[in-house]
Nanobody, 118 residues
Framework: QVQLVESGGGLVQAGDSLRLSCVVS????????MGWFRQAPGKEREFVAA????????DYADSVKGRFTISRDNAKNTVYLQLNSLKPEETAVYYC???????????WGQGTRVTVSS
């Protein structure tokens, strides 16, 4: 059993920053990857960033490279997504997710809403 709870979303202006948090409860594995996806209204859910729970290897969507940073605090069972220089088109619900490395993202949080105004 794995439960993910996101927080940290809110309303910001273009160019501002937010830090999203995802607290992982229950069963966890060192072989898991943690990820962030986002879904804007009327659009498909898209990959944003991922990090290996063990080792810290990261991956980012091209659209967010250089602006977003994914990190984790193993002691707190928490994954973070630092969102810098936010753009209005990045308004979306951001979801935390987890998967066994090489598998599918099977665990999902309820999402936290990020709204970026012009």
């Amino acid at each position: 059993q794995v439960q993910l709870v996101e927080s940290g979303g809110g309303l910001v202006q273009a160019g501002d920053s937010l830090r999203l948090s995802c607290v992982v409860s229950g069963r966890t594995f060192s072989g898991y990857s943690m990820g962030w996806f986002r879904q804007a209204p009327g659009k498909e859910r898209e990959f944003v960033a991922a990090i290996r729970w063990s080792g810290g290897t990261t991956d980012y969507a091209d659209s967010v490279k250089g602006r977003f940073t994914i990190s984790r605090d193993n002691a707190k069972n928490t994954v973070y997504l630092q969102l810098n220089s936010l753009k209005p088109e990045e308004t979306a619900v951001y979801y935390c997710t987890a998967r066994v490395v090489g598998g599918t993202y099977r665990y999902w949080g309820q999402g936290t809403r990020v709204t970026v105004s012009s």
